[in-house]
Every structure is written in C-alpha cells, then in structure tokens.
C-alpha cells in the first residue's frame, strides 16, 4: 500500500469500548458448483467463490445490513455469521468462542448455546412455519427449550403476550389458527416472535420483508426496530433493495455493507453510504434505487462500463468490480484494494481512490 492510511476491518469504522457478540476475521466461503451426472464424469467440479476476505464485527443492539446484486454472496456471508454455514477460511467468533471449534466439541461453550443466540427469519415465512400446527403449538416449541418448567398455561400467556407485542391483537384470535390461515404479514410477525422467543443475540433477517407488500414493509421494519429495545437483540438484515436497507439502519443507527462478488465493496452508516459513497459500486446500486429521491443522478444510463456480472467461479483480478468501472485504471487489473477507512467519516471503501498517493492516479485508464 502506498498510503499512510490503514486498511479497516469491516468493523472498525464503527468502533466501541465493547467486545462484539460476532467477530468474522477475514472470512472465506468457496464451495465446489453443482455438476450434472455426465459433467461430474468429465471433469472436476468449479469452485464457486461465494464470500472472500470478509472481517466484521457486529455488536450487542447492532444493524447490519447487507445490500447487493443477488448472486453477491450477501446471504452465504449472513449464514456465516450465525453459524449456518462453515467458512471454508477464516474464523467466525461468537463472544470470543469460535463457532466451528464449539461444533466439534473443543470449546467451553456448548454449540447448542450459541445457536440458540443466533437466529434467522427467512424471506418465506410459510415455508418455516409447520403447516401442521397451530400457532400457539409453533411459539410453544422455544418456550419449552429456554423455559422448560414453566406449565401450560404460564406458556399460553407468554404466547399471547408476545403475539400482542407483535401486533396480533387479539391474540386469541391468531393463537389457534395454522400458518396458511394467516397473511404474509401475519405470518412474518409470527416468525420474528418465534426468533425472539429464544432470547437471541442476533437475528438474520434474510430477504425478510421482501415477499411483503410495499405498504406493510416499513411497518414490519417499524417492529422489528421496536422489539431490538426490548429483547437486546441486533439484526444481520439482509436486502437486495437498498431503499429498505437504508430505512433500517437509519432507523436502527447501524451500518450498510455493500457486497460485490463475495467481497465488502463498501460499509458506512446510511447517510454517508447514500449521500456520500465513496466506492463506484454503491454509486451504481444508488442510480438503480429510484426511491431514493437522487432524481437528477439517476437520468441517463447506469454509471457502469458493461452490465454483465462476472462468474464467482472465475473473478476477475485484481480489483473485482474493475471489467464494470467506469473510473478503472491499469494498476486496478493486477492489485486488489483493502477496505480504506474514509478520513473523518463513519465509512470504508475498497477502491484505491481513496488512497491520494496510489499509483492508481498515474496508471493509464482501461481500454474497454
Ligand atoms: S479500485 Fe479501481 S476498479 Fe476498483 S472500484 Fe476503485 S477505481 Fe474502480
């Protein structure tokens, strides 16, 4: 590197005097594509590059979100960091435990602790909600693994309870139906007081209010906000919109983590990732958001030189987003950024602009 600036974590643009509930240091994920049968005869299996060099540190009552193309390893990485999915490098630590190491059996803290800590509300809730049970069957089942002396009754009035904390009132209207008999809304409400049920650290909220309709979607993210108070959770949110990733973390006072390619292209609190984005990537995702008001900008084509996205199977050097650029040079083929802290502003980039002593700024620009 040429520049006195050092290359940050994911984390470190977001600093505090506390340890993190989840630590990723330098996090890989390559798994092999899926063959054919004739294929798998042929010829090896590719390797599909799904998250590379990821660090990240999510801390207690923390927000997360993770924005990008689908196809960009957001929720690989997500999975990752609740423990759902082994990294194939890199450590995935959950209050200094590492996750993988508790799974085998060589750590102090039983896996089963830690998972229950970290739950996940998926983008259908009816495919995880069992069709066969009741509601009040479905939210008795954590109840009964984090309180199991409590007896039936004292469990239906935990039940009721939370269905009223979120938004089923009367409960006893909603408490004896089955999932099909409840909306989408009605059945994302159900998922997130199971979640919550466990008394979780932190919830991956994947694609989680994308299957909503619009109108219902700021509501469900009203709630989700709300309850992070009272149940001391934070929330991994994924999002593949990022007008909805910039209302939560405005409203949770988080950070949004741009992915490109397996990689962070670019972290920062709201207002900075959508006034002020540092990285030509997010400047691209805020031109395809037309919801986020920036008129004037998005007139015109996509600020990108070619729309296809490259194979995870096979990135391109260097920097990742560099046969797309619209400001790459030569020196952007051969060496790959770090994420540079952004001087005086909560946000890091992984783009040598960054760096005013680079050789980026004498390399010549790139022939398309
Ligand atoms: S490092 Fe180069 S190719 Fe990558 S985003 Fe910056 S200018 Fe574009």
Same mark, same amino acid.
């Given at each position: 590197?040429?520049?006195?600036?050092?290359?940050?974590?994911?984390?470190?643009?977001?600093?505090?005097?506390?340890?993190?509930?989840?630590?990723?240091?330098?996090?890989?994920?390559?798994?092999?594509?899926?063959?054919?049968?004739?294929?798998?005869? /042929?010829?090896?299996? =590719? &390797?599909?590059?799904?998250?590379? #060099?990821? +660090? $990240?540190?999510?801390?207690?009552?923390? *927000?997360?979100?993770?924005?990008?193309?689908?196809?960009?390893?957001?929720?690989?990485?997500?999975?990752?960091?609740?423990?759902?999915?082994?990294?194939?490098?890199?450590?995935?630590?959950?209050?200094?435990?590492?996750?993988?190491?508790?799974?085998?059996?060589?750590?102090?803290?039983?896996?089963?602790?830690? /998972?229950?800590?970290? =739950? &996940?509300?998926?983008?259908?809730? #009816?495919? +995880? $909600?069992?069709?066969?049970?009741?509601? *009040?069957?479905?939210?008795?089942?954590?109840?009964?693994?984090?309180?199991?002396?409590?007896?039936?009754?004292?469990?239906?009035?935990?039940?009721?309870?939370?269905?009223?904390?979120?938004?089923?009132?009367?409960?006893?209207?909603?408490?004896?139906?089955?999932?099909?008999?409840?909306?989408?809304?009605?059945?994302?409400?159900?998922?997130?007081?199971?979640?919550?049920?466990?008394?979780?650290?932190?919830?991956?909220?994947?694609?989680?209010?994308?299957?909503?309709?619009?109108?219902?979607?700021?509501?469900?993210?009203?709630?989700?906000?709300?309850?992070?108070?009272?149940?001391?959770?934070?929330?991994?949110?994924?999002?593949?919109?990022?007008?909805?990733?910039?209302?939560?973390?405005?409203?949770?006072?988080?950070?949004?983590?741009?992915?490109?390619?397996?990689?962070?292209?670019?972290?920062?609190?709201?207002?900075?990732?959508?006034?002020?984005?540092?990285?030509?990537?997010?400047?691209?995702?805020?031109?395809?958001?037309?919801?986020?008001?920036?008129?004037?900008?998005?007139?015109?084509?996509?600020?990108?030189?070619?729309?296809?996205?490259?194979?995870?199977?096979?990135?391109?050097?260097?920097?990742?987003?560099?046969?797309?650029?619209?400001?790459?040079?030569?020196?952007?083929?051969?060496?790959?950024?770090?994420?540079?802290?952004?001087?005086?502003?909560?946000?890091?980039?992984?783009?040598?602009?960054?760096?005013?002593?680079?050789?980026?700024?004498?390399?010549?620009?790139?022939?398309?």
């Amino acid at each position: 590197m040429s520049d006195a600036r050092q290359p940050a974590s994911g984390a470190s643009i977001d600093e505090r005097d506390e340890e993190p509930v989840l630590s990723l240091t330098d996090v890989e994920v390559h798994f092999e594509e899926e063959q054919g049968i004739i294929e798998s005869f /042929r010829e090896d299996p =590719q &390797i599909v590059q799904a998250v590379n #060099g990821v +660090s $990240l540190d999510i801390y207690e009552k923390d *927000v997360v979100t993770l924005v990008g193309e689908s196809g960009c390893g957001k929720t690989t990485l997500g999975k990752t960091c609740i423990g759902l999915q082994e990294p194939t490098g890199g450590t995935v630590e959950y209050r200094g435990t590492d996750i993988w190491e508790a799974k085998r059996g060589n750590a102090d803290v039983p896996f089963s602790e830690i /998972r229950k800590s970290l =739950q &996940i509300i998926h983008q259908d809730p #009816g495919s +995880s $909600l069992n069709p066969n049970r009741r509601i *009040v069957e479905i939210l008795a089942e954590p109840i009964k693994q984090t309180h199991p002396n409590l007896g039936s009754s004292q469990r239906r009035e935990r039940i009721y309870s939370l269905l009223e904390r979120v938004g089923m009132n009367p409960a006893a209207d909603f408490a004896d139906r089955y999932p099909h008999q409840l909306s989408g809304g009605e059945q994302q409400r159900v998922a997130l007081g199971r979640a919550l049920l466990m008394n979780p650290d932190v919830i991956l909220a994947d694609e989680a209010i994308s299957a909503l309709d619009v109108s219902l979607r700021v509501e469900m993210m009203d709630l989700m906000l709300e309850l992070q108070e009272e149940f001391d959770t934070s929330y991994v949110f994924i999002s593949h919109d990022l007008s909805n990733a910039r209302y939560f973390s405005e409203h949770g006072g988080g950070r949004i983590g741009v992915m490109y390619l397996g990689e962070i292209a670019e972290i920062g609190s709201a207002q900075r990732m959508i006034d002020d984005p540092h990285h030509p990537y997010t400047n691209v995702l805020r031109w395809a958001t037309p919801d986020l008001g920036l008129d004037a900008e998005q007139a015109g084509e996509p600020p990108m030189r070619k729309i296809d996205v490259p194979d995870p199977v096979n990135p391109p050097s260097g920097c990742r987003f560099h046969t797309r650029c619209p400001e790459a040079r030569e020196a952007c083929v051969s060496e790959e950024p770090d994420l540079y802290e952004v001087e005086g502003a909560e946000q890091a980039t992984a783009c040598f602009r960054e760096l005013e002593d680079h050789e980026y700024w004498s390399s010549p620009e790139l022939e398309d």
